[in-house]
């Protein structure tokens, strides 16, 4: 799902995450407890919608899913034997309620739920069609262009329908949806966000991530395969793959940054390709030093994998403040300049008098290295050398991963030399494309059909533009603002 003016500031901000599960008595609170586990792709809002049989239940608010879905009043009353779940960060699409899905419709045909995890190209496009004929659009995300899509298909079945509404959409789209009838899951042709399968006992699951299987004790089954869509209902589970075959381009920084580490995506675990991140730029980039930090948290696995092929120490040398919330007044400038450091802070014992390689995932516009490097000084550091564990971030994503415009990217306007400056650090260094690609088990980067997206690093997008390249992401999509 997709905003228009994404990650304008420090603070972390990601992507979405999707949960459904067909088949348990327990619907709602499983769902409830996966979103917990998909918590770090969204924290703007929450939303979960189930269905007994006879009626949808919906609960949706903004913040984390514990603000919203802590009550046994609020699970109780979402009752049913199916029910679908979303966290957002809203990559497209204004901060409000209206935008909080999983969205709701009533249809010809009967109730449908739906969220989405990425970002189309062309909903601008399509939703400029839609409202000439007639459709009344109740947000601005760009999910509810398929949700009209859907009701103005000619098809009769469901399935049909959000066939025929998925054939005309482009961009990246894992999807949970919850009919009458039952679940239907689909990855776009691409594969661009992940999307998994798993079991409880009788009942089906989709997830973004394995992550959330896990934490409720669940089976992993497989990933939901790019270009398919399965439909989950009483008789069980179908497959069926309505959009051709592409070649699949699952986003590589899915690896580096934003999935949990104890996923599983494709087969290839998340932690461990960080650690061979780390071990392929030690190799690529090392220089003389004494220890090895990493930026918490993001940087760690990659600095143990540094830290390892290099033989050095590895030592948290910065110390992350994990409760530092989103209800926190920001302090004055004159309190700020006394210089607190509210999320991180140095420590010292392990940095005094020492050579430092600090280890983070990504550069974007630099404000985190920035500060990090001074900090790591100001504790008595001799050299700070900072090493990063993705390649140069060049372009913006238009996916699915909230990054600034491209202008505000670091990397597309600097040099590394540059950069290195800007940052204060003794010298920067990136992985190299192909280190990333052997990192995850590839020889190199295959420069015909690559194996992943990797547009931010590379600018080769592979799904179309639509919208970007005809100028139109930035125009008003409603006239009407309303409270968070
Ligand atoms: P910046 O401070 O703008 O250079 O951003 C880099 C920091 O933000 C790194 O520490 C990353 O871990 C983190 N980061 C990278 N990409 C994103 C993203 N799309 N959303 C939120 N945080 C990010």
């Given at each position: 799902m997709n905003t228009t003016q994404p990650f304008d500031d420090d603070h972390p901000h990601e992507e979405c995450g999707v949960f459904g599960i067909f088949g348990h008595a327990e619907s709602t609170a499983l769902t409830a407890l996966g979103l917990h586990a998909l918590q770090h792709r969204g924290q703007e809002a929450a939303g979960i919608v189930s269905y007994d049989g006879e009626q949808f239940h919906a609960h949706r608010g903004m913040g984390n899913v514990g603000d919203n879905f802590s009550s046994k009043e609020v699970i109780a009353r979402l009752s049913g034997h199916s029910a679908i779940g979303h966290v957002r960060y809203a990559t497209t699409g204004e901060v409000a309620m209206r935008n909080v899905q999983p969205l709701f419709a009533d249809f010809e045909f009967g109730g449908l739920a739906i969220c989405h995890n990425g970002n189309l190209t062309n909903s601008y496009k399509l939703r400029q069609q839609l409202v000439r004929r007639g459709s009344l659009f109740q947000?601005?995300?760009?999910?509810e262009v398929i949700v009209h899509l859907i009701a103005t298909s000619?098809?009769?079945s469901v399935e049909e329908r959000m066939i025929d509404a998925l054939r005309q959409v482009q961009g990246a789209y894992s999807l949970a949806a919850l009919t009458q009838e039952g679940m239907i899951a689909v990855r776009d042709p691409m594969g661009v966000r992940p999307l998994v399968l798993g079991r409880l006992g009788e009942a089906w699951i989709v997830s973004s991530e394995s992550c959330a299987l896990d934490i409720i004790g669940a089976d992993f089954v497989r990933d939901v395969e790019a270009g398919e869509m399965v439909i989950v209902g009483p008789n069980g589970l179908r497959s069926i793959r309505p959009f051709g075959r592409e070649t699949k381009r699952l986003c590589i920084f899915e690896y580096i940054y934003f999935a949990r580490p104890d996923s599983v995506m494709d087969g290839v675990s998340v932690y461990e390709s960080r650690k061979r991140i780390g071990a392929e730029l030690a190799r690529e980039s090392h220089v003389a030093a004494d220890i090895v930090i990493p930026v918490p948290d993001s940087g760690v696995p990659a600095a143990l994998g540094y830290a390892a092929e290099c033989k050095l120490p590895f030592e948290l040398g910065i110390i992350r403040n994990h409760y530092v919330g989103r209800t926190f007044i920001e302090p004055t400038d004159q309190i700020r300049n006394l210089g607190v450091k509210l999320k991180h802070n140095a420590n010292r014992a392990h940095i005094q008098g020492k050579r430092v390689i600090l280890v983070d995932d990504s550069i974007v516009r630099g404000t985190t290295s920035t500060k990090i490097v001074a900090m790591v000084r100001q504790a008595g550091a001799k050299e700070v050398h900072m090493r990063i564990s993705?390649?140069?971030?060049?372009d913006s994503c238009f996916y699915g991963i909230a990054t600034p415009e491209r202008n505000k990217l670091l990397a597309s306007n600097m040099s590394i030399e540059e950069m290195g400056k800007y940052i204060g650090a003794d010298s920067l260094a990136f992985v190299s494309i192909d280190g990333l690609y052997r990192a995850l088990g590839e020889t190199k980067r295959n420069m015909k059909t690559p194996q992943y997206c990797d547009a931010c690093f590379t600018g080769d997008y592979p799904i179309p533009l639509v919208d970007h390249d005809s100028g139109?992401?930035?125009?008003?999509?409603?006239l009407l603002t309303e409270n968070a």
């Open positions: 947000s601005t995300s760009d999910t000619l098809k009769l993705s390649p140069p971030t060049k139109q992401v930035q125009t008003q999509l409603s």
